[in-house]
């Protein structure tokens, strides 16, 4: 590693691990209250949902505001889910396949609109479905025209045999193009997996070697590898499971790995290592310059370089592109057999989250999108008015804690937010929107916040021996303290 590269990863750790000397972001008590309420929304809903086990990470630029873990990795053994257990990211694979190739566009080793043949000679696709070449710009926009994969059956259980790379090349002649390429979006395992193989072809190294020599070493990415750490089986990789069967169970999946393929699907990582992947570009957009890549690359790729019809299918060069309302947010999905995973940032206000599930039928991207939706406004806040929050009443801390709901309605979380407290009925995926807000009012007693400000029915908590509340009454139903 040279000099300069040692230095941004230290630099970057230092900053992440925050100031001693002052409050870090996580300390304002605007943000502390969200995370308390994402820590508490992330552990019910795994368990409602079933989900073996799950880990997270949420960061601001250069700092961890949280990350962990709940539930099993290992679901047999009971081995606890952390921010340290190994998932498979599956087609998060295709940002650092994409970052290769955009570092060797910048060393002048390729340009985007060569045609994938000009470097690798054995490409010799059918050209059945019109003119024009499949470029490599094509490839990172999911726009070339190729199909989903390569010709092998490797999504299939029991077994997932993914091909080799000299099966992919044997295979590739017989193959037939979907469509013209630039004609429509066509999500494409077997482009990314093409462009792995230019960067191997143009670098004169393995994609793996090119991968830990210029991206993941430098970044300090020490979880993170191009394939599944079979020595990482029993310890820290997370096992894989099926979705929910009719009869609310799930199944453990073998262990895979995917050859030929990895640079499209074959990466595993944590938690921790996907937030210093986020704040290495949070760190690049901010201070300019060149970091692995050159900031006016990373922004390129943050940018919308393919547009379906529709305007909903947004692609810019390896990540995909999400617009709404006046947020746009980048970053990308994964899912292999028993994996979901989703890593999405906001360049604008520099949160990022990760999410990560050692099972299938998990929609992760809402999973990490709602953690956004619960963080990023009290974060925006905090920078904006930075040591404007109120210090919270320490004895609203007697009320907070998990409440039985009816029998028919799961629980209720009791948690400090603003000047008071809220209630969260859980489960629920809209974890902001279900807030029910409380004013004290009198001893013991709260009342509901209206969204027009005045005040609804009476929150009456009866205290126990302990000074903790023991249970809280509210439309005269009951709600006894479970934790």
């Known amino acids: 590693m040279s000099l300069r590269r040692a230095l941004c990863v230290f630099l970057a750790s230092c900053a992440i691990a925050g100031s001693a000397s002052g409050q870090t972001l996580r ?33 601001h630029d250069q700092e961890v505001l949280w990350e962990g873990g709940f539930g099993s990795a290992d679901a047999a053994s009971g081995r606890p889910a952390s921010a340290d257990t190994i998932y498979s990211i599956c ?41 024009g070449d499949v470029t490599i710009e094509g490839l990172l926009t999911h726009a070339s025209g190729l199909p989903r994969e390569s010709d092998y059956p490797y999504w299939s259980a029991p077994d997932f045999r993914f091909p080799t790379h000299e099966q992919i090349i044997e295979r590739i002649a017989s193959q037939e193009a979907l469509y013209s390429p630039e004609t429509y979006f066509q999500y494409s395992n077997l482009g990314l997996t093409l462009a792995g193989e230019v960067v191997a072809a143009t670098s004169g190294m ?23 750490p079979e020595a990482e089986r029993g310890k820290r990789l997370a096992v894989g499971y099926t979705t929910l069967d009719r009869e609310g169970r799930r199944q453990p999946l073998p262990f895979f790995t995917t050859r030929g393929i990895a640079p499209a699907a074959g990466y595993a990582s944590t938690a921790g290592d996907l937030g210093r992947f986020a704040s290495w570009q949070f760190r690049l957009l901010k201070n300019g310059g060149s970091e692995i890549l050159k900031a006016t690359t990373l922004r390129e790729m943050h940018r919308v370089h393919w547009v379906e019809p529709d305007f909903e299918t947004l692609w810019g060069l390896g990540f995909q592109v999400w617009h709404k309302e006046s947020t746009t947010s980048v970053g990308h999905g994964g899912s292999c057999p028993g994996y979901r995973a989703h890593l999405l940032l906001v360049p604008e206000d520099r949160v990022a989250t990760m999410f990560l599930a050692n099972a299938q039928g998990v929609a992760a991207l809402a999973w990490a999108l709602k953690l956004h939706d619960i963080v990023a406004p009290q974060v925006r806040a905090a920078v904006k008015e930075p040591g404007k929050a109120k210090t919270p009443d320490p004895s609203l801390r007697s009320y907070t804690g998990a409440y039985t709901a009816q029998p028919w309605a799961g629980e209720v979380a009791v948690l400090p937010w603003e000047d008071g407290l809220a209630l969260l009925f859980l489960p629920t995926m809209e974890p902001v929107k279900d807030l029910v807000k409380l004013k004290k009012t009198g001893e013991h007693t709260f009342q509901r916040i209206r969204e027009d400000e005045t005040l609804g029915e009476a929150v009456v908590f009866e205290m126990g021996p302990d000074g903790r509340a023991a249970r809280f009454t509210q439309h005269s139903n009951v709600h006894e303290r479970i934790r």
Not at 44 to 52: G, L, M, S
Not at 117 to 122: F, V
Not at 206 to 228: C, H, K, V
């Open 91 to 131: 087609s998060i694979s295709k940002l650092f396949t994409s970052v290769a190739v955009m570092r060797q566009r910048d060393a002048g080793k390729l340009h985007l609109e060569d045609p994938v043949g000009k470097h690798l000679s054995w490409f010799r696709l059918k050209k059945t479905r019109g003119e």
């Open 27 to 59: 300390e304002d008590p605007r943000v502390a209250r969200a995370l308390e309420l994402a820590r508490t929304w992330l552990e019910a809903q795994r368990a409602y949902e079933r989900i073996p086990g799950i880990s997270a990470a949420i960061v």
């Open 206 to 228: 393995s994609y793996d070697a090119y991968a830990r020599e210029n991206i993941l070493r430098p970044l300090g990415l020490t979880s993170t590898t191009t394939e599944m």
